[in-house]
């Protein structure tokens, strides 16, 4: 499961999707927060040639069924819907609607992040591509109405068993199932935006280990208060109330 990704760069979205990138996505993505994804413009099937045959969206990474009604949206933004389980999204109220009505996307990412627990502690790492390009994620994509009457668009990444896979088994807590975001060659991305509903699960596979870096990286710690600052905190605490004002 991936909960942090790296929004592209400008540059590197251009040069890849031929595509001006929206403005404002957030760089470093996390549950909620507002992304990139690529898409076929649902007005491309009308035969208008003036259609492009890809556009990019920004949107909420969780997705929000179309369906959701105003006194579920509340509850429905709370759930976890970052991640789909590709073998379960048909059936799924958060996802069912989305892939049967193809409604796919690539959600582009320059690095995803996983933790890694083989020291018996979490330590964050970075997964990028060996070659330095843009991770295409194969995603679904919906918009939702809001309180307003507002629409938004919202995406989700697909995920895949990766018991097997040679790279993405080794994360995650030892005792939980492994799962990682299915990944798609750039001579794949057309056909998966294209393929029949019938096709789709062809797409979500393992993505071959030589091909992608993991790279430990930690966050930071937080710098701790200096000891000047912690002995006024605490002085403060000590001091006793001020009783201007007050009637005695």
């Not at 057309?190 to 930690?218: C, Q, R, S």
């Amino acid at each position: 499961m991936c909960s942090e990704y790296e929004s592209p760069q400008a540059e590197m979205f251009v040069e890849r999707f031929g595509l001006d990138m929206p403005e404002f996505p957030e760089p470093e993505m996390f549950f909620g927060r507002t992304g990139v994804y690529v898409r076929r413009p649902p007005e491309r099937d009308s035969g208008d040639e003036a259609v492009p045959p890809l556009e990019a969206q920004l949107g909420r990474w969780g997705l929000v069924p179309r369906e959701t009604r105003h006194e579920q949206l509340e509850r429905q933004l709370k759930l976890s819907t970052f991640n789909a389980r590709s073998e379960r999204a048909m059936k799924s109220f958060s996802f069912g609607a989305a892939w049967r009505g193809a409604q796919r996307c690539i959600v582009p990412a320059t690095a995803i992040y996983e933790p890694d627990w083989r020291s018996g502690k979490a330590v964050r790492t970075r997964f990028t591509h060996v070659d330095g390009k843009l991770l295409n994620i194969a995603g679904l994509w919906s918009n939702w109405k809001d309180e307003h009457g507002v629409w938004h668009g919202s995406h989700t990444m697909l995920t895949l068993s990766a018991k097997e896979h040679e790279l993405f088994k080794h994360y995650h807590r030892p005792d939980k199932e492994k799962r990682m975001v299915g990944l798609l060659f750039d001579g794949e991305c057309d056909a998966w935006l294209d393929a029949p509903v019938e096709d789709a699960m062809n797409f979500i596979k393992g993505y071959p280990a030589d091909l992608l870096v993991a790279t430990p990286a930690p966050r930071a710690p937080k710098p701790k208060a200096s000891a000047k600052a912690s002995a006024k905190k605490k002085a403060a605490l000590l001091e006793p109330p001020s009783t201007q004002g007050l009637l005695l």
